[in-house]
């Protein structure tokens, strides 16, 4: 069964550090892993997806990496800001054709201005 | 585009009710729809998948009976909770595969009091 696990639970930076948020998973035989970003009280919205045979996507200033031999994927946030202030949650789908999502349990990322 | 619509965002039910939540795929059309349930400062819980034109998969320790799950239809899946009990209060996600990764409604905060 797969167990995904994010680190930290909580992170406080300053504006425009550059920050990692890391993911790790026990089976490494995933399909695809997606990072998103929840807001309170609202829904989820996708930032990033990998798929199995993918190493890293980027978009605008962030940047997730996969390395399945270890079971781990981290997201980056370049240059942070007070509007990327949200709870950050990893997502791994595992197994092909099963396309059942196990989440971590998120990272709440606050940016101080 | 592969936009999911939830509806409603928020209800307040009388213990003993019923509640219907709808999930629409605007401008795709969703084969599977996946129905998951959050509880406070937790992650997403997968409670069953929906699958067009035939029975609700669901997970181990979700009651089938109380929580009604229909997908009629390629662009519609409902998620009724019957006899609604306030330890039912939480936050339902519905989310639907599309190309590349899976997209998410806005979720329906329940409360039954």
């Known amino acids: 069964k797969q167990e995904v696990t994010q680190i930290p639970a909580a992170l406080s930076v300053p504006e425009g550090e550059n920050l990692v948020l890391n993911c790790s998973f026990t089976?490494?035989?995933?399909?695809?892993l997606q990072w998103f970003r929840q807001d309170p009280g609202k829904g989820l919205t996708s930032l990033l997806f990998i798929q199995s045979s993918q190493r890293e996507q980027t978009s605008g200033r962030l940047n997730a990496s996969l390395d399945k031999s270890s079971g781990r994927s981290t997201l980056y946030i370049a240059a942070s800001q007070p509007g990327d202030s949200a709870t950050y949650l990893c997502a791994a789908s595992s197994g092909a054709g099963s396309y059942q999502l196990t989440f971590g349990k998120g990272t709440k990322l606050s940016v101080i201005p | 585009g592969a936009v999911v619509s939830q509806h409603p965002s928020r209800v307040i039910c009388k213990s003993g009710t019923s509640v219907k939540i709808e999930c629409r795929s605007l401008d795709f059309q969703a084969t599977t729809m996946f129905w998951y349930r959050q509880f406070p400062k937790q992650s997403l819980m997968l409670m069953a998948t929906s699958n067009e034109g035939s029975k609700a998969t669901y997970e181990q320790g979700v009651e089938k009976d109380k929580f009604l799950i229909n997908h009629a239809s390629l662009t519609l899946s409902t998620l009724t909770v019957t006899s609604a009990h306030p330890e039912d209060s939480s936050f339902y996600i519905c989310s639907a595969r599309f190309n590349y990764g899976y997209t998410f409604g806005s979720g329906t905060r329940l409360t039954v009091v």
């Open positions: 089976d490494s035989a995933i399909y695809n």
